[in-house]
T-cell receptor, first 115, second 118 residues
Framework: GAGVSQSPSNKVTEKGKDVELRCDPI?????LYWYRQSLGQGLEFLIY????????KSGLPSDRFSAERTGGSVSTLTIQRTQQEDSAVYLC?????????????FGPGTRLTVT | AQKITQTQPGMFVQEKEAVTLDCTYD???????LFWYKQPSSGEMIFLIY??????QNATEGRYSLNFQKARKSANLVISASQLGDSAMYFC???????????????FGKGTKLSVIP
């Protein structure tokens, strides 16, 4: 079956521009996560969606970051007024519900470069 | 306090030999899950193996096994019969009830870069 897909795979943008990153989770997975991977910070949690519940936004680094999930499936992560420190690989993952024992399956990531 | 510790930034192993990648964790929650992921140079995070805190047996998946020592809070990954394709970054991760506001997000270690030598 299809895995988690993300687009674009690479994005180069100028400082100050807005960007949108897309994630399409595995069909039937109700939980969706966004993580960020950078050289200095390792892998960091950003935001979590579970069904129709309010998202857990506790990992978003600033109010320039936002995300939505439409129809319980596709998610879009938006970064406004990008800064150079936003350069990183943005990874999306999905799982069959929450809970500590569910493995998460990751997409290939979007490499964002802010110039 | 760091929840996941991987003390080996880099490891080398001869092809066909076994290798152990270390991982220690810290949690006060009796219910937690431990996961290992592989990240090759292509960048994708590949799920390898899972161990639940209440599991009595060590997890195994093909050439991967997890040496789970609960009292020591240790969850080392053992790769048997290493192959050139095993060269990658390996991340240990954990989920517990304190992982976010009900989100149970993964907390990752800093990773170990494994290089398999022909």
């Amino acid at each position: 079956g299809a895995g988690v897909s993300q687009s674009p795979s690479n994005k180069v943008t100028e400082k100050g521009k807005d960007v949108e990153l897309r994630c399409d989770p595995i069909s039937g997975h109700t939980a969706l996560y966004w993580y960020r991977q950078s050289l200095g910070q390792g892998l960091e949690f950003l935001i979590y969606f579970q069904g129709n519940s309010a998202p857990d936004k506790s990992g978003l680094p600033s109010d320039r970051f936002s995300a939505e999930r439409t129809g319980g499936s596709v998610s879009t992560l938006t970064i406004q007024r990008t800064q150079q420190e936003d350069s990183a690989v943005y990874l999306c993952a999905s799982s069959q519900g929450g809970g500590v024992h569910r493995e998460q399956y990751f997409g290939p990531g979007t490499r964002l470069t802010v110039t | 306090a760091q929840k996941i510790t991987q003390t080996q930034p880099g490891m080398f192993v001869q092809e066909k030999e076994a290798v152990t990648l270390d991982c220690t964790y810290d949690t006060s929650d009796p219910s937690y899950g431990l996961f290992w992921y592989k990240q090759p140079s292509s960048g994708e995070m590949i799920f390898l193996i899972y161990q639940g805190s209440y599991d009595q047996q060590n997890a195994t998946e093909g050439r991967y096994s997890l040496n789970f020592q609960k009292a020591r809070k240790s969850a080392n990954l053992v790769i048997s019969a290493s192959q050139l394709g095993d060269s990658a970054m390996y991340f240990c991760a954990m989920r517990d009830a304190y992982s976010g506001a009900g989100s149970y997000q993964l907390t990752f270690g800093k990773g170990t870069k494994l290089s398999v030598i022909p």
